[in-house]
């Protein structure tokens, strides 16, 4: 269900896929907003190359579709290396990642998504080859096992992980930079959306690019997918150019509220509502309930409602704030909200 999530921060089809690809920044200066990050980025980056040498490893955290897959391609451009991507859960063996290290050249960049999921094992194996770039490989079994030591050429490795709080932390103070990459205020969306319009020939207003970005849950591949949902139904219902006016009306037929928040998001916050009074409640009673995985609630649905304020976390579980009842137009009641008033 939540892959066909409408913003959902997660790609949805491969149709979709290309067209983010497409609307990838490819350098720094390309790349819209968190303007701290590319600022320290960018002396970084300087530095090594002014020293000529190779980055040190880096680490992204934050919620899906927010550009730390976008960014890792921007410091492989931007340093003139190649870059081989691969993910967590991919990585099963040593052998397979033994394959991809001894094949990297001086610079290269080895980009790990979904990094806090790699096995125990495997994120052992890195901890030599991130500190000293060499690798110990164990060759044979039993009596006649064998460490074989190999050497690595200097190489970059860049982590992104929605959860922090996952990684172990040997293998987390083994990056050098680490690197929050938060939700987009507005403004910056529209920036992205009317970048993003121009790429794909699409005349888009002020105001329209304002009204989406409003609905992208801070989140700009969410910006991106609804810009061509707009698209499409101006295309078909109008002549083709974003005005605010279209843009509302294909916002609401696709579903998208005022915040952005979709069918998910507004039946987590009505069952902590209305079923369990407004909380608190444990994250995997709430997944059980409303029969979704907890990782999909804790990595895609959470961290924007919590950013707005309308959840809170406390020990004893989630509890939704005043300002979600209002929003979701329920009554108050002291049955709904005994734990809030
Ligand atoms: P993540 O790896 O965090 O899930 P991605 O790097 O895949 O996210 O970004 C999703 C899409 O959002 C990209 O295709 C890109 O077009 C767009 N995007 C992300 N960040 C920016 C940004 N700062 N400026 C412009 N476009 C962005």
Not at 142 to 164: Q, S
Not at 167 to 174: A, E, N, V
């Amino acid at each position: 269900m939540s892959r066909e999530r409408i913003i959902g921060g997660e790609p949805v089809d491969r149709e979709e896929d290309l067209t983010q690809l497409s609307l990838r920044p490819k350098v720094l200066a390309e790349y819209i907003g968190q303007k701290e990050l590319r600022g320290k980025l960018k002396v970084t980056l300087d530095a090594a190359r002014q020293r000529g040498e190779t980055a040190e490893h880096i680490l992204f955290y934050g919620p899906p579709g927010l550009g730390k897959t976008t960014l890792a391609h921007i410091i492989a451009n931007e340093m003139g290396s190649k870059l081989f991507a691969t993910a967590g859960p991919a990585l099963q063996r040593t052998g397979d990642l033994m394959g991809i290290l001894t094949n990297l050249k001086e610079g290269d960049i080895l980009f790990i998504d979904e990094i806090h999921r790699l096995s125990p094992v495997i994120e052992e194996f890195m901890y030599p080859a991130m500190e000293d770039f060499k690798v110990d490989f164990v060759v044979d079994k039993g009596a006649f096992a064998k460490v074989i030591n190999v050497p690595l050429k200097r190489f970059t490795l860049i982590g992104a992980t929605t959860r922090a709080g996952m990684l172990s932390s040997p293998l987390r103070d083994r990056f050098g930079l680490y690197y929050h990459i938060d939700f987009y205020p507005p403004e910056d969306l529209a920036q992205i959306i009317i970048r993003s319009a121009g790429l794909l020939e699409t005349e888009i207003d002020q105001e329209a690019a304002l009204r989406i970005a409003q609905c992208s849950r801070g989140t700009p591949r969410i910006a991106n997918r609804l810009l061509r949902r707009v698209r499409d139904y101006a295309a078909v219902k109008a002549d083709g150019v974003i005005g605010e006016e279209i843009a509302v009306r294909a916002l609401d037929a696709e579903g998208v509220d005022a915040l952005g928040l979709d069918n998910l998001d507004r039946k987590l916050l009505q069952v902590i509502i209305e079923y369990y009074k407004g909380g608190p409640v444990g994250i995997e009673a709430l997944g059980a309930t409303l029969n979704e995985e907890v990782d999909t609630l804790v990595d895609m649905v959470e961290p924007y409602l919590l950013k707005i304020g309308f959840i809170q976390r406390t020990r004893r579980g989630r509890m939704a704030s005043p300002e979600a009842v209002k929003h979701l137009g329920i009554e108050p009641s002291a049955d709904n909200q005994q734990s809030l008033f």
